[in-house]
């Protein structure tokens, strides 16, 4: 009986960002061009900090993975939105639904973790430079990493123990291009009221939560420095975490709004949603690598390298 009420809806179909025939030209435009950004410039970030020997220190470490995160969120959401638009077929499975909502906060949620141990290490490296390759040593930053993706499977599972249960027995258009909490809940046979509790305790919390947390870290830092160092560091150090500060307001800041209010009476998540899949993920690496002296440098070297080899016979 159970198994019957939940495969009862087999399919869900996506509205979309616009339902207007003209704009989707322009929309499957936009989204492929920042795909293939989003692609490029991740893949060269990553690749460029695993085979640079000079960049093999706990920041780029922490980078790098942000970096792969950064990929993987894209590529969950954008190459199907890219089909629905080229082929006019929009519909998704149930079962892709649920893993892409699994998925999708098991990502989510470690990059939050490990946006919180990149201020960490900012932390260790400007108030406590002297001890800065004692505290961060490889084991710790394996631990750092480790936790963040624990944490990331725990709390998606938590979500997926509560929406397995769920029965559908209709409508099954999802307002989005994507499957998440908020849109699956509504189509659900119950009061989608009942599961606001749910969705806000775990989610909206986690987000806020943590977006309070870097932001405090951040302000103490530079207190700190402002403190005890000289105008000249104090601006260095301002430099540095206005970039962090800008990617954790762009990624937590349609977050909180999904998840803090998850059945708005206007339709702008999804909106919201293409900051995190399509701006975020180009932002990050433009921000922690070109405005970076060591990453370029690596960068040219890398991509010399390549094209030497393309060269060779």
């Known amino acids: 009986m159970f198994k019957k009420n939940y495969t009862k809806v087999s399919e869900f179909v996506f509205l979309g960002l616009s339902s207007s025939r003209k704009i989707r030209p322009f929309l499957l435009a936009f989204s492929m061009v920042l795909y293939v950004a989003i692609v490029l410039g991740n893949t060269l970030v990553v690749f460029t900090l695993a085979f640079d020997p000079h960049l093999h220190s706990p920041m780029y470490f922490l980078l790098g993975n942000l970096a792969f995160i950064d990929l993987c969120l894209s590529t969950l ?88 249960k769920l029965n559908f027995c209709g409508p099954n258009e999802i307002d989005s291009f994507y499957c998440d909490l908020p849109q699956f809940i ?44 000289s105008s000249g560091d104090l601006s260095k150090a301002l430099s540095t975490l206005s970039a962090h500060i800008s990617v954790v307001v762009l990624f937590f800041g349609p977050c909180i709004f999904v998840y803090m209010w998850p059945f708005p009476t206007v339709p702008v998540d999804k909106f919201l949603a293409i900051l995190d899949f399509m701006v975020t993920p180009i932002l990050n690496p433009a921000i922690y690598t070109l405005r970076n002296k060591d990453m370029k440098v690596a960068m040219r070297r890398l991509i010399t390298q390549l094209f030497n080899l393309r060269k060779s016979p």
Not at 203 to 220: D, E, H, N, Q
């Open 77 to 164: 959401t954008v190459p199907k939105m890219i089909s629905d638009l080229s082929s006019g077929h929009n519909a998704i499975s149930f079962q892709g639904c649920v893993f892409q909502i699994f998925v999708l906060h098991v990502l989510g949620a470690t990059e939050m973790v490990l946006l919180v141990a990149m201020a960490w290490d900012r932390y260790v490296a400007i108030c406590k430079p002297l001890h800065y390759l004692t505290i961060m040593s490889p084991r710790m930053c394996l631990m750092l990493l480790s936790g963040a993706w624990v944490i990331g499977f725990l709390h998606s599972v938590t979500q997926l123990a509560f929406i397995i």
């Open 186 to 229: 509504k189509l659900a046979c119950i009061d989608p009221k009942k599961m606001q509790f749910m969705v806000t305790a775990n989610s909206g919390f986690i987000s806020m939560g943590t977006f309070l947390l870097l932001i405090i870290s951040y302000i103490v830092i530079l207190f700190i420095v402002r403190k005890h160092s």
